[in-house]
């Protein structure tokens, strides 16, 4: 039986292109990047000429990059990452003294801030999980609805904000439903809301001293970029964003390994810590491990070939697109649309439709006995079988979610 494979939202091949630049580092070019002898020298080079590669196509410098493990853990780095950072300085200076009668006194006690962070409704697990456990560790977390077009309410976003908030995080492509959030507009939304805030610090703040940057330079703003790479500007500058994450499996490269774009401040001060401690050398400090010196060619080579094909993947993908959709409509007319119905708002590689009369599941396992591979939402959850939470977020009830 002939297969057909609908699902690059979740897994793209290998492309041979990707495969013949990683294949030397796996036996041949095997030293590990940190030794000092030429083994060690060889791979590190390599590395350094991947980071470069994939600065180039952010439009940053390679020191900003950071390889992780995957997007989830890229993910799960900007997020607790910042809070940890933060939580380090508010206590830091504390003392704590001992009268020898055994009382002890804490001075110099910095009053503690709550910190915030806002996160969109529609944000991949990696995120929304990662800030539901930081909301028990005492952070508080704001959840931006989103339209029935699954588009970020830009308004209540605005109005979440405040001298509080250290991140905001917003996704570029949802992998669900395809829509493309408004990240140049929110960036201006937090520009504007820092500058607004600068001009109310003239005199310093009391909670100045807790900032690792200057408190002008919060909130933070992220982005999961994972599903836009393929097809939209993922320039750092003009997104204005402080950290994104990428995928490369995403792109036609190998599993296994993420990205972290870390925007370096002027100051000197981080405003990242590790989440995985082990190896100060490695990624500046900033992940622990020794480097997957294969994937991170495998990678660099993906986003060299993704950047140079963005242009022709999107006329061909939205062709495809524009004419499933109208096939779609003639064979099943009943089948409504999911998302935005102007193609324009979603990426090219995605249609997501809800069948009145089925069940997702039944239909994906009917689908699949004839040979077509599709998905019933994001491949993480997709064996849990739960309404979708991006559906949900958009306004359908659990039965159609
Ligand atoms: N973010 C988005 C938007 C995704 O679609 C995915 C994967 O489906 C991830 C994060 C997680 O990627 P990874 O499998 O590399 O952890």
Redesign the pocket.
């Known amino acids: 039986m002939k297969k057909y494979y609908f699902d690059y939202?979740?897994?793209t091949p290998l492309d041979p292109r990707v495969e013949k630049a990683m294949k030397p580092y796996w036996s041949e070019k095997f030293g590990n990047p940190g030794a000092l002898h030429w083994f060690g020298q060889e791979a590190s080079a390599a590395v350094f000429g991947a980071r470069d590669t994939i600065a180039k196509a952010l439009g940053c410098n390679y020191r900003e990059i950071i390889f992780t493990s995957?997007?989830?853990?890229?993910?799960n780095l900007a997020l607790r990452g910042v809070i940890k950072n933060f939580k380090i300085l508010r206590f830091q200076d504390c003392k704590i003294e001992n009268d020898k009668k055994n009382n002890f006194a804490i001075s110099n006690l910095q009053l503690a801030i709550k910190p915030k962070i806002i996160v969109s409704a529609i944000?991949?697990d990696?995120?929304l999980e990662t800030a539901r456990d930081l909301e028990r560790k005492g952070v508080e977390v704001i959840y931006v609805p989103v339209d029935k077009n699954g588009m970020v309410d830009l308004k209540k976003l605005k109005e979440s904000l405040d001298e509080r908030t250290i991140l905001v995080s917003v996704?570029y492509?949802?992998?669900e439903v395809g829509t493309i959030e408004p990240i140049f507009e929110i960036a201006k939304i937090i520009s504007d809301f820092k500058k607004g805030k600068g001009e109310s610090q003239k005199s310093k703040g009391k909670f100045d001293n807790l900032y690792p940057l200057p408190p002008t330079s919060y909130p933070l703003f992220h982005t999961?970029a994972?599903?836009a790479f393929n097809y939209l500007n993922c320039n750092v500058d003009d997104l204005g964003v402080d950290l994104l994450?990428l995928?490369?499996?995403?792109i036609y490269g190998p599993?296994?390994i993420?990205v972290l774009y870390v925007r370096q401040m002027s100051r000197a001060a981080s405003y990242l810590s590790p989440i995985i401690t082990g190896g100060s050398a490695q990624e500046y400090g900033l992940r622990g491990g020794t480097e997957n010196v294969p994937g991170i060619i495998g990678f660099a080579k993906a986003a060299e070939l993704a950047e140079k094909s963005r242009n022709s993947e999107n006329k061909r993908l939205r062709k495809l697109q524009e004419y499933f959709l109208a096939r779609m409509k003639k064979i099943a007319p009943k089948a409504k649309l999911n998302g935005p119905e102007d193609l324009k708002k979603r990426n090219p590689n995605n249609l997501n439709f809800y069948f009145p009369s089925q069940s997702g599941q039944d239909l994906l396992i009917k689908l699949d006995l004839e040979g077509f591979a599709v998905s019933p939402g994001?491949?993480?959850s997709a064996r849990v079988c739960a309404p979708s939470h991006v559906l949900k977020a958009m306004g359908f009830s659990d039965g159609r979610a």
Do not use: L
Request: with cysteine.
């Open positions: 939202a979740a897994g995957s997007a989830t853990e890229s993910n944000e991949h990696s995120i996704m492509a949802n992998n999961d994972v599903q994450t995928s490369a499996q995403k599993k296994g993420g994001a491949a993480c």
